[in-house]
């Protein structure tokens, strides 16, 4: 049974960073896409981040393009979400997703299996 266990989330001033993790078990993540995505409250959930698995090709939405990096170690089958110049608008429960494919994209419906998710808060 696959399972994915999200880690890292908390309470961070503006500015700061945090670095979220997503271990998945009963599962290879080599031949899959792994996304990032969030949900804020009362606010649909939404593509943040996602990597491909066989040239690790990334993609990014504007809102945090420039700022946040995803990167996968199939070795450990974990995937990772650095998170630069956090906004409080970044605020939102984070979800890592395994793709149906090796190149799902950043809809959910490309993904199939989610973590429980972690807050990630930013706030002074």
């Known amino acids: 049974q696959v399972q994915l266990v999200e880690s890292g989330g908390g309470l961070v001033q503006p500015g700061g960073s945090l670095r979220l993790s997503c271990v998945a078990s009963?599962?290879?993540?080599?031949?899959?896409?792994i996304g990032w995505f969030r949900q804020a409250p009362g606010k649909e959930r939404e593509d943040v981040a996602c990597?491909?698995?066989?040239?690790?090709?990334?993609y990014y939405s504007d809102s945090v393009k420039g700022r946040f990096t995803i990167s996968r170690d199939n070795t450990k089958n974990t995937v990772y979400l650095q998170m630069n110049s956090l906004k409080p608008e970044d605020t939102a429960v984070y979800y890592c997703?395994?793709?149906?494919?090796?190149?799902?994209?950043?809809?959910?419906?490309?993904?199939?299996?989610w973590g429980q998710g972690t807050q990630v808060t930013v706030s002074s």
């Open positions: 997703a395994l793709g149906r494919t090796a190149y799902s994209g950043s809809s959910l419906d490309d993904y199939n299996y």
């Open positions: 009963g599962y290879t993540l080599d031949y899959y896409a």
């Open positions: 990597i491909t698995s066989t040239d690790s090709s990334t």
